[in-house]
């Protein structure tokens, strides 16, 4: 499992005890979200 950064650019946590889904991304998936930001 590979390391997690919540996506809002003002935040960028790197741990949480819940991600969630954001936008949609080009690529396919969603943006990471913290459980703050999300």
């Known amino acids: 499992m590979g390391s997690r950064v919540c ?7 790197t741990s949480t005890s819940r991600w969630m889904d954001g936008w949609p991304l080009r690529a396919g998936g969603f943006a990471n979200l913290c459980e703050a930001c999300g």
């Open 7 to 13: 996506m809002n650019p003002c935040c960028g946590s």
